[in-house]
């Protein structure tokens, strides 16, 4: 098994910066993909950033040129800067990884439990 734990969520006002954390701990041989998700209060669930094992990323049109997405392989984390925030970024903010276990090809989606990001104007 694997755990994700998210931290660095919190209160912000508008125009101010959040930087988020994911670290992954358990049985893991290698992560692919690792990406952030949100989901705002009524809303579905929606990307933000993915990031490869390589390196290469996308994000969501709505946070290009505010959020950067990276990861330390060592650490097996993924990161989340978000800068120029905005209220309508309020959302709780959940991490993801592609897990192989072993040195068998297969992988195994885990999701992080969640932290709450709220922006105010």
């Known amino acids: 098994q694997v755990q994700l734990v998210e931290s660095g969520g919190g209160l912000v006002q508008a125009g101010g910066s959040l930087r988020l954390s994911c670290a992954a701990s358990?049985?893991?041989?290698?992560?692919?993909?690792m990406g952030w998700y949100r989901q705002a209060l009524g809303k579905q669930r929606e990307l933000v950033a993915r990031?490869?094992?390589?390196?290469?990323?996308n994000y969501a049109d709505s946070v290009k040129g505010r959020f950067t997405i990276s990861r330390d392989n060592a650490k097996n984390t993924v990161y989340l800067q978000m800068n120029s925030l905005k209220p309508e970024d309020t959302a709780v903010y959940y991490c993801?990884?592609?897990?192989?276990?072993?040195?068998?090809?297969?992988?195994?989606?885990?999701w992080g439990q969640g932290t709450q990001v709220t922006v105010s104007s």
């Open positions: 358990g049985s893991i041989f290698s992560i692919n993909d």
């Open positions: 993801d990884a592609y897990v192989q276990h072993s040195r068998i090809r297969l992988w195994y989606h885990y």
């Open positions: 990031i490869g094992s390589g390196g290469s990323t």
